[in-house]
Structure formats: C-alpha cells, structure tokens
C-alpha cells in the first residue's frame, strides 16, 4: 500500500498523487466511501484480514479506503512509516496519551500546550494514576529535575498554542534519547510543509487536522502518525473505543493536503508581512512571530522550520478593555475559535479560550490581558492591514 514509486518524490508530488487505485471507473478524482462495512471472498480470505495476514478493509470504525489514504499521506509526508486518522485533534492527542501510558506512569509536558491537551494532562490521566509534570519548554535546562523513574514521555508542542513558543526539537530528542522516554509532539500549528519533528527523534507526531491541513475550516478532524511499532497501540486504541474519522471527513482532508504546500506559502508569507508591519507601529508591543529576530526562539525556529507559519501574536497597551475593543471593531477579520483558515482569524485568549485560568497562570505560559492572536488568511495582505489599521485607531 506505502507505494514506493512516490518514496523518493517530492513533498508536493506526494501530497497530490499518493491516492487510491482507482475503482474500475478510470476516476480521476478519489470517491467517498461511505460505507460502515466490507464484504470478503470467502471465509479463508475473510480470516486472513482478520488476522492482519492479508491487507484490507473490515469495518468502517477500523479503517476505510479514505482514511487509509490521508494516513498513508500524512506518514509520507511526515517522513515515517504509517499513520491513524481519528475523528478529531484531541482524540489524536488522547490516542497517543492512552496507547502508550498506564498506571502509575509519569509524563513531562511543556508547561505551553493547547488548552484542552493541558485539561486532559490535569484532570483525566490522574483519574488514572497517570500524573504529569509542566516544563518550561524554552529551559531545557530545567527539564533533567523533572525526570522520575517511572517517566514514560516527553509531550510538547511548538510552536505553541497561543504563545508561539518555540521549542528546540534537537534538544528534546537528544533528551528523550538519553532517558529512553517516548518524544511526542503536536504538530499543529507547522504542518509537515514547514517542520518534520521525526527527523529530530520524535516518536509520534499528532495533528489536529482540523486547522492548516483542512485548511478552509470545513471539518474536524486529527491524525497521529509514527513508526509502525509504536502507532500499533494508537490504532488497537481507536479500533477499540472507536473515536473514527468519517470517510467524508477524511476524504475531504486527502483532498486539502493537495494543496497545503500552496496554503501553506502564502499563510507564511502573509503573516511574516503583517508581523513586520505592525513591529514598527507605535500602538502596539511585543509584536511576536517565530521568523522575527526580536523572537527569542527565531535561531531555533530557523534551524527546525522551513518557514514561520501563519500565526503571530501582539499585545494591546490598553491590556483586557482594548483587546476586546480591538475586535469589536474588525470589519474583515472574523471572531472565531478556530486558526489555520483561509479567512484571518482575531482571537483575544484572556477573554475567550484561556478565561478559565487564573492571570498568574495565563501569565506562566505567556498570554497577557492585552494579548492578540491573529491566524493570517489567505487575503490579500494590504486589505488585512487595512483592517488591522482602521481597528487600532
Ligand atoms: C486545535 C488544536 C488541537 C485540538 O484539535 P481539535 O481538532 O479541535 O480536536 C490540538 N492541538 C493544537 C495545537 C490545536 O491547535
């Protein structure tokens, strides 16, 4: 199924070709399957997939022709071995956590991770007896005091959601080796066009597919992706509780990696011209985006990633009262909780998705009162500026 002919072609190449055999009706264009069920020859070949002797399709909750194309997909494009689809980022992020911890497990995650992979660390695994520690992901210094004997993985996230961290993946790896712990890293907000975390050591990588790689905020969904050895618990996890991608789902998002390398150009080019833009404004500080100098992580971010991505971050310095009224008066932009659009997204962290916390904890992981995040469209760039001017004033 892994068709070598493509190993050795381009990321583009394989984004676009490495798709179903056709059918028998010549299509050009992969169809859906929706169907919650496969039929078998007979009982011998019925036993051979059974046994995972012979490939094929059994039940719609395990794998369907779509999905398995979007995982062979994202695993070649994520240079490894197989992949999983599920029906949304956090059960990837969840598949990962429950195929490879038990009781009495420890992990260390850093401390600046999407909110409810922190919610899942902190309230469901110690229901469990599996506990977690919080790093500073930019201190790989401190991160040897976390280690405990029963430490199993090291989970991050980078860049990060939405404090833009960069974390140096080199470093996690060289760590992760040294105390034979599993490496797992979100990586959501990159997408494999501009950050391969397997090249650095990682063991798996998840994705909420729901963001860059739908890419025109369509679906949900979420992938992990990984060596063979060690995705096998992440797919007996999901055929067992059953978070399944549809086929619809999933044959949507094999159709948008098509074309993420293009997206994905122009999100980065469109950030990295707003960012500089608004980093010489007066009305405006600590204007933050990975490939900017002024990014205390931009070293890091230029030796692991090919391009910034299509987020960066400001602060109001009216704080809480003028983020809000900054997004109030947006025209263009939309208020939305979601990110990696082709429509530029405003979100105001304090006052939305990290209004939970306490200020000291949003304060720990880097979102101020004032804090802007803005996930750059595919717009054209003057019309955003525009629209980003005329709210400021
Ligand atoms: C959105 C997001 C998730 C969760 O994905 P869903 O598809 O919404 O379940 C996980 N990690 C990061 C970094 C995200 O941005």
């Known amino acids: 199924m892994y068709k070598r002919f493509f190993m050795k072609k381009q990321f583009e190449t394989r984004a676009i070709r490495l798709q179903n055999e056709q059918t028998g009706e010549r299509e050009h264009s992969v169809p859906i399957f929706p169907t919650s069920s496969f039929t078998f020859n007979n009982a011998e070949q019925m036993r051979a997939v059974f046994a995972s002797e012979e490939e094929g399709n059994i039940y719609s909750r395990f794998t369907n022709p779509n999905c398995r194309e979007l995982e062979i997909k994202m695993a070649s494009l994520e240079e490894t071995e197989a992949g ?137 969904g979420g992938l992990v992706v990984g060596s063979y050895e060690h995705l096998a618990p992440v797919q007996r996890f999901l055929r067992n509780t059953g978070p399944a991608l549809s086929p619809f789902n999933a044959w949507i998002l094999s159709k948008s990696l098509e074309t993420l390398s293009v997206r994905m150009d122009r999100h980065c080019a469109n950030a990295l011209a707003l960012a500089e833009w608004m980093n010489g404004l007066e009305m405006v500080k600590n204007v933050r985006y990975p490939f900017l100098s002024s990014h205390p992580g931009s070293t890091i971010a230029k030796k692991q990633m090919s391009q910034g991505g299509g987020l960066f971050t400001f602060e109001m310095k009216g704080g809480l009262a003028a983020g809000k009224l900054f997004l109030d008066n947006l025209q263009l932009c939309s208020l939305s909780a979601n990110l990696g659009d082709t429509r530029t997204i405003v979100t105001h962290p304090a006052s939305t998705t990290h209004n939970k916390l306490t200020p000291e904890d949003r304060e720990m992981v880097g979102i101020t009162d004032g804090l802007i995040r803005v996930s750059v469209g595919l717009e054209h760039v003057e019309d955003l500026k525009a629209d980003l001017l005329q709210s400021l004033r």
């Open 84 to 220: 999983v689809a599920l029906a949304s980022g956090m059960s990837a992020v969840f598949g990962a956590l429950m195929g490879h911890l038990k009781a009495g497990d420890h992990l260390i995650c850093s401390r600046a991770v999407f909110g409810s992979t922190y919610q899942v660390l902190m309230n469901w695994l110690p229901r469990w007896g599996i506990e977690t520690t919080f790093v500073d992901g930019t201190a790989p210094s401190t991160w040897t005091k976390a280690v405990q004997k029963n430490t199993k993985m090291f989970f991050l996230e980078t860049p990060s959601n939405p404090g833009l961290d960069i974390i140096d993946l080199e470093q996690v790896g060289s760590f992760c080796r040294a105390h034979e712990i599993l490496m797992v890293v979100d990586n959501c907000f990159a997408t494999p066009y501009l950050q391969r975390p397997m090249n650095f050591g990682a063991h798996l990588v998840t994705h909420s597919a729901t963001k860059f790689i739908d890419g025109q905020g369509r679906v949900i």
